[in-house]
């Protein structure tokens, strides 16, 4: 049954919808993903909204609207269009509505009915531009094609873009990055994502034996924070580069570990210290929601101390100060001294500052602050 956890004051901000539906799998993903299927759209649209009816209630104005997936423009514009209008009414003023794109199903039709439907930021996974690397990465898409995707949403007026890349894909080359480097500099994305490739357990990548030099994804990674830097990017998550005013208010609401709403196959939600996850599976999804029934799902109450865990280990992916009357205190606060000895950490007036050499160590850093084992 669904969690019985209030809602916050004034409603939750952030909503996700999930939209699941691929045309194939690509080799390093292991997200909630239907492969084909597409006769099923319509009905899983009808589900999302109304899952949407059944746990409106504890939404305010929505600050960001997050449409991920899967693949969410494989839904077609119309679908999109449908499922922008019911959202409409529930936006706060100047609200971030984000929809994940992938390149090959970019067009001059759909791009612009995006902008129409109220889109204000899409982020296109590119993940390179280098032929050899997409075919590693099972990526249907062209080079040409991320290029031609970019420049339509770029025409029909999409506010912001915002481009994913993947580095240390096996056979990539330093040279390899720095062409995807060039590329990312012609097109001048207002945001970027920029991955180190993880080979997930069951992928087709793992399947084949893939693994990440740590040597290469080392170096890429300082190369890219410099590059995006030198290019006025601002580093302002580990994996994350904005130009002023275009970081992802979405993804800030998770760093900073604010209540959301996902709704949809395999979403999560987590509001009022009460995490909960709908189950994959689009066909037990649909028939549960079809029956007037809630999806099936687990749920799974935070403690306190997990809660504090997961501010310092959000909260301090960013290039802000931690504040520690909101975060909460380490749990081995004798390791602040000695990782600011180490040029790692900066303690300041109830607040703690990861350096630049501490957020390239940032896992390892809030792994001496904060006890993960309980
Ligand atoms: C929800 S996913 C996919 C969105 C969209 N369907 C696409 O393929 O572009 C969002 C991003 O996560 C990144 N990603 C997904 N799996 C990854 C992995 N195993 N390693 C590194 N990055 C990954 C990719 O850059 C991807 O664009
Ligand atoms: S990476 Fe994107 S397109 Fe590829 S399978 Fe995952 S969700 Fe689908």
Not at 162 to 188: C, F, H, K, Y
Not at 224 to 246: I, T
Not at 332 to 340: D, S
Request: proline share 7%; charged share 25%; with cysteine.
């Amino acid at each position: 049954m669904t969690p019985a956890a209030p809602p916050p004051a004034g409603g939750v901000r952030h909503l996700y919808l999930h939209l699941p539906f691929c045309a194939a799998r690509c080799g390093y993903c292991a997200f909630v993903v239907e492969v084909g299927r597409e006769e099923v759209r319509d009905a899983y649209l009808d589900a999302l909204l109304a899952e949407l009816a059944q746990e409106g209630g504890r939404l305010g104005p929505l600050e960001t609207v997050y449409l991920g997936g899967g693949t969410p423009t494989l839904m077609g514009a119309g679908r999109l269009t449908r499922l922008l209008e019911a959202l409409a009414p529930r936006l706060a003023g100047g609200a971030e509505v984000t929809v994940e794109a992938n390149p090959e199903t970019v067009d001059r039709t759909l791009a612009r009915a995006l902008v129409a439907a109220g889109v204000t930021r899409v982020s296109l996974g590119a993940q390179s531009f280098q032929p050899h690397l997409l075919a590693a990465l099972d990526r249907r898409a062209t080079p040409a094609r991320v290029r031609a995707a970019a420049g339509l949403l770029r025409e029909a007026g999409v506010g912001r873009l915002s481009l994913d890349l993947i580095q240390a894909v096996p056979g990539q080359t330093m040279a390899d990055l720095e062409r995807d480097i060039a590329e990312v500099g012609a097109i001048g994305p207002d945001h970027v994502s920029w991955y180190e490739l993880e080979v997930k357990p069951g992928s087709a990548l793992a399947a084949r034996g893939a693994v990440v030099d740590p040597d290469l994804a080392e170096d890429a990674y300082l190369r890219v924070v410099d590059a995006l830097e030198d290019m006025g990017y601002r580093w302002y998550e580990l994996a994350n580069f904005a130009r002023d005013g275009a970081r992802c208010r979405h993804s800030l609401a998770y760093w900073t570990a604010r209540d959301y709403l996902g709704l949809g196959v395999g979403a999560v939600s987590t509001v009022a210290g009460t995490r909960w996850r709908n189950a994959p599976g689009v066909d037990r999804y649909v028939a549960a929601l079809a029956a007037g029934r809630r999806p099936p799902r687990t749920r799974e109450p935070l403690a306190p101390a997990t809660r504090r865990r997961e501010r310092w280990m959000l909260a301090t992916r960013l290039d802000e100060p931690l504040d520690l009357g909101w975060a909460g205190p380490p749990d081995h606060p004798e390791a602040v001294p000695r990782l600011a000895g180490l040029g790692l950490v900066e303690a300041g007036a109830g607040t703690l500052t990861l350096t630049r050499r501490g957020r390239l160590l940032q896992n390892a850093v809030v792994q001496e602050l904060m006890d993960f084992s309980t």
